[in-house]
């Protein structure tokens, strides 16, 4: 069975950092492209950051830029968000997703992340809550 995990949420304050895990198993997720996904209450989910296959090429949202960074451990069989500089605004569920690696040939991660087309596992999130 294909599973994605997420660990490491939580509660912090304003300014803190968090590092987010998604764990895989029943696959490698080397061979995919992994997106960190957050939704917070009353809002539409939105594509944070993503990572490619084989080439590890990263993108981010604006609302993140110069304050997430991702990461992939291919010996874990593991991504990391290493969220700093938190803010209130931060606060929501985040989850990870991979997607296959040949919706690269057609548009880039941060699109993939948009259209959804090229899904195939979707973890069940962890919360993070940043105090004002």
């Known amino acids: 069975q294909l599973q994605l995990v997420e660990s490491g949420g939580g509660l912090v304050q304003s300014g803190g950092s968090l590092r987010l895990s998604c764990a895989a198993s029943g696959f490698s997720l080397d061979w995919y492209i992994i997106g960190w996904f957050r939704q917070a209450p009353g809002k539409e989910r939105e594509g944070v950051s993503c990572?490619?296959?084989?080439?590890?090429?990263?993108m981010y949202a604006d609302s993140v830029k110069g304050r997430f960074t991702i990461s992939r451990d291919n010996a874990k069989n593991t991504v990391y968000l290493e969220m700093n500089d938190l803010k209130p605004e931060d606060t929501a569920v985040y989850s990870c997703a991979a997607f296959g690696a040949y919706a690269s040939l057609d548009e880039t991660c941060m699109e993939t992340l948009r259209s959804l087309r090229y899904l195939e596992v979707w973890g069940q999130g962890t919360p993070v809550t940043v105090s004002s």
């Open positions: 990572i490619s296959s084989s080439v590890d090429v990263t």
